[in-house]
């Protein structure tokens, strides 16, 4: 369709074509007649009568339906009726072969589901970095005999934190938080339900970059004097769960460990936290927790993390973060360690308390060092069954075009075009793969919990921010499309240099064998065989 030197005058005709179709049919019915009628007319005045006019008239003119078909190409919207009636057309085939039809996507489907359902629960374990701006500069601090991919255990003291933040602020932006755990919280005059709740420092949005899409988010004020800030911030889930994302929800409280927090903003839909495992629900800042673990540098509550400036590696930040642990610690031992407590188990506890700083991008999983392996062999399996699942759907349209051969022919012989033959041939493939991957989608939907509880059978199981991954979907869905469409042009394309008196002669018949007949799958009595065809 060729939209060069289109006005808006005929781009208005052209809709109202596609959408008053049958009035516009009428209209050019009426036009010919018209026509006819006054070069009849003309005949009359000239000495013919009346039927001899008319039969010269339609002489004159031609065929009638060859000029509405004219007057249709000039409208240039011909496509839309012909895609119309290919639609038409293959929900009807499809009808006439329910027992194919849903094998060939229950196939296509069950290989399209089983690979998003494994790649989403993979990409949220294994490779989505966290929602956070700039999340490769991010790292956090273990112990120097820890795994970058534990579940991030180590941690250090609310005044192990200050000291750190203060030496540090040269190479890298700190931030502390608690590990994230249910806790009874009552919103408003709600009945108290169990939600994932978390204890950050006041810059931990600030750090992470993290904008609030309604109030504000929890700041450095806040980490003022303990027990003076009670102020919370909520998730996209539990603002639309509890509050259909109404401003109503700012200023709203919610009670938690015997205290009344006001909600002062909302974190965006795709921010989970820094756990990759746990949705945190609810953020509070440090200054409310317990006032022992703000002044005791022996309590080692709160895990570090941090975000590089630029230019700067995680090994500079690290040794400014080591000083003030060693400082710390042998301060805590001086106070803590009964005398004469030998040097030697002095000196192996100091080395104990070694750390370094691991990139921490990809956020903090206890699952990742456990299932890398075994979700890595899960994507490359079920890779295979999107492989066998295409192959066995090319193997049934193959054989499925072997007996349309002769429809195609006759259909030809008639006067249908080529190229006609091949647009049906390719919107019936195009809606067969549709349907496929629609049906596909369903079965990610539902297996991808299904795997996830697989994977984590406890009491409180994981909860992934799993999603569809459209480069996975846009993957699968060409692999099905290609397989689809070239296997149900088979039958045009054999067609293409082959005479139809061959053809007609050599075609096999059209007729269906009855499902009575079917000897293999024998209860489907109402459908035809797919594989007996």
């Known amino acids: 369709m060729n939209w060069n030197g289109l006005n808006w005058h005929d781009l208005l005709l052209r809709l109202r074509a596609l959408v008053l179709r049958r009035r516009v049919e009428s209209e050019l019915q009426e036009e010919i007649a018209a026509h006819l009628e006054l070069q009849a007319q003309k005949h009359i005045e000239a000495g013919m009568s009346i039927d001899e006019a008319r039969r010269r008239a339609r002489l004159e003119f031609g065929a009638p339906e060859n000029a509405k078909e004219e007057c249709r190409d000039a409208r240039r919207i011909t496509w839309v009726s012909h895609l119309t009636q290919d639609l038409r057309y293959a929900i009807r085939s499809f009808r006439q072969a329910p027992g194919f039809t849903v094998v060939l996507i229950f196939m296509l489907a069950l290989g399209m589901g089983a690979n998003l359902a494994t790649f989403s629960v993979m990409d949220a374990i294994l490779l989505r970095m966290l929602p956070a701006r700039d999340p490769a500069s991010l790292f ?147 200054s409310m927790a317990p006032a022992g673990n703000l002044t005791n540098d022996h309590i080692f509550w709160l895990r570090i993390m941090g975000r590089l400036h630029p230019g700067v590696t ?25 005398p004469g407590t030998p040097k030697q188990i002095i000196d192996r506890f100091l080395a104990g308390m070694r750390i370094k700083g691991v990139p921490a991008g990809g956020g903090i999983s206890y699952l990742r060092r456990q299932y890398q392996q075994p979700l890595q062999i899960m994507m490359f399996v079920v890779g295979l069954v999107l492989l066998i699942a295409c192959s066995n759907v090319a193997n049934l349209l193959i054989a499925k075009g072997n007996v349309r051969q002769q429809e195609i022919a006759i259909r030809l012989s008639l006067g249908a075009g080529r190229g006609r033959i091949l647009q049906q041939l390719v919107t019936e493939s195009l809606l067969l793969a549709l349907m496929a991957a629609g049906v596909g989608l369903l079965f990610a939907h539902w297996g991808t919990p299904i795997l996830v509880r697989l994977l984590t059978p406890s009491s409180e199981p994981a909860k992934l921010a799993t999603g569809i991954d459209l480069r996975l979907l846009a993957f699968t869905s060409f692999l099905s499309f290609l397989t689809v469409v070239i296997c149900g042009l088979l039958p045009g394309l054999r067609l293409a240099g082959t005479d139809m008196h061959t053809a007609l002669k050599n075609g096999t018949r059209l007729t269906e064998p009855e499902a009575d007949g079917c000897e293999r799958f024998s209860w489907l009595r109402k459908w035809p065989c797919p594989w007996c065809w």
Do not use: C
């Open 140 to 286: 956090r601090m273990v112990r120097a005999s820890g795994n970058a991919n534990d579940s991030g255990g180590d941690g250090g003291s609310y005044i192990l934190y200050r000291e750190m933040q203060r030496r540090t602020s040269r190479f890298a932006d700190l931030m502390a938080y608690q590990a994230a755990d249910p806790a009874v919280i009552s919103i408003g005059r709600t009945e108290p339900e169990r939600l994932m709740q978390q204890t950050v420092s006041g810059n931990y949005f600030q750090v992470l970059g993290v904008l609030p899409v309604a109030g504000r988010m929890i700041s450095p004020e806040d980490d003022g004097a303990p027990g003076q800030h009670a102020v919370a911030v909520i998730s996209y889930r539990l603002w639309k769960t509890m509050f259909d994302r109404s401003e109503r929800a700012i200023g709203s409280k919610l009670r938690f460990d015997n205290h009344t927090f006001d909600i002062i903003g909302v974190t965006p839909a795709a921010f989970f936290g820094l756990e990759v495992e746990k949705i945190v629900d609810v953020w509070t800042p440090v």
């Open 314 to 338: 995680i090994a500079q930040a690290a040794a400014p973060m080591q000083a003030a642990m060693n400082e710390v610690m042998l301060e805590d031992v001086r106070q803590h360690a009964p």
